[in-house]
């Protein structure tokens, strides 16, 4: 077995069969287009793992619990307002996400925040929605599900999701507090991040924040420059989380393990080492190829670059933005 095989087995985390398509045939690094182009669409990918995909629980506190396995992590607060869910995952999962959820107690599902667009982390949406969730997100979430959104370098044409997957209740500033279950839950927008959609989830009583796609723990990310993200977007959201936290703040990332301060500085660190060194290179006049050839990322690729997103893949996402 080799690292591809592993697919959601470790870390819930999707595509990690995709990292063996980063070298075409003929030996030659591939865009990131080219990349998902080259093996079956990342969409179906996604798609079919999580139709096996094993629902891993983990309790954290305050009534808080994380649930990974299917697309990004979903973050699950329990009390007698019933359930509030951060993340719905993929249809897929869905028995498995039932039992997981029944297994944490037997409130009804009252709430769901979407912390981006992304289909695997709203494909659960109509499913939740039906089940009683009001669903809350950025407006820019809601303008990328309730229209056809190309997302290029998945090459991929995401069709209109129909209403009951839609959010029904939009952001209307940058910040926003809700109360459920005795937690004040603040959201915020980070602007273009990973996508243009980002928000992040702070449970402030338990000190508990989940931030989507703008942290993922131990991997090179993916960068949505279809719809809004950039290499110094996701930075800036980097530096805003890691002034969000303290010592004690528990983090659930999008993708990966729970996480603290410490994972988000080294993955500051990471993006802010890797661009310095992608924009020197680019600017000297190296092409694309020549750049992923010198290797700029080598620093951080035992910790990072193991996973989904290659070292090759992740310098080319970070060349596109420089």
């Given at each position: ?164 997957a839609l959010p029904t209740m939009v952001m209307k500033s940058d910040e926003e507090t ?145």
């Amino acid at each position: 077995m080799n690292k591809h095989d592993y697919a959601l087995s470790r870390r819930g985390f999707c595509l990690c069969c995709l990292g063996g398509a980063t070298f075409a045939a003929s030996g030659g690094w591939l865009t990131p287009a080219e990349v998902f182009a080259a093996a079956k669409s990342v969409v179906i990918q996604f798609r079919e793992a999580a139709a096996a995909a094993e629902i891993k629980t983990t309790t954290l506190r305050g009534g808080i619990s994380a649930l990974s396995g299917s697309g990004g992590n979903i973050g699950v607060l329990i009390g007698d307002d019933g359930k509030l869910l951060v993340d719905a995952g993929l249809t897929a999962s869905r028995p498995r996400i039932e039992k997981a959820l029944a297994d944490l107690g037997q409130q009804p599902i009252k709430h769901l925040i979407n912390s981006h667009w992304h289909f695997d982390h709203t494909d659960g949406n109509e499913w939740l929605n039906s089940e009683g969730a009001m669903i809350t997100a950025h407006p820019n979430s809601l303008k990328h599900l309730a229209v056809a959104t190309r997302v290029e370098d998945w090459n991929f044409d995401f069709p209109p999701l129909p209403k009951g997957a839609l959010p029904t209740m939009v952001m209307k500033s940058d910040e926003e507090t809700l109360k459920h279950n005795g937690q004040t839950i603040t959201l915020k927008y980070y602007g273009p991040a990973h996508t243009d959609s980002d928000i992040s989830v702070f449970f402030q009583e338990a000190n508990i924040v989940q931030m989507g796609d703008t942290f993922w723990n131990g991997v090179y990310p993916f960068i949505d420059y279809s719809t809004g993200g950039s290499i110094d977007g996701q930075i800036q959201a980097a530096e805003a989380n890691v002034k969000m936290v303290d010592d004690e703040t528990i983090v659930i990332p999008g993708h990966g393990e729970i996480a603290g301060k410490k994972d988000l500085v080294a993955w500051r660190d990471m993006l802010v080492g890797a661009r310095e060194n992608v924009a020197k290179l680019k600017k000297d006049g190296r092409s694309a190829d020549d750049t992923v050839a010198a290797k700029p990322t080598a620093e951080w690729d035992p910790i990072f670059g193991n996973w989904a997103i290659s070292p090759a893949l992740f310098t080319r996402l970070v060349y596109e933005g420089v």
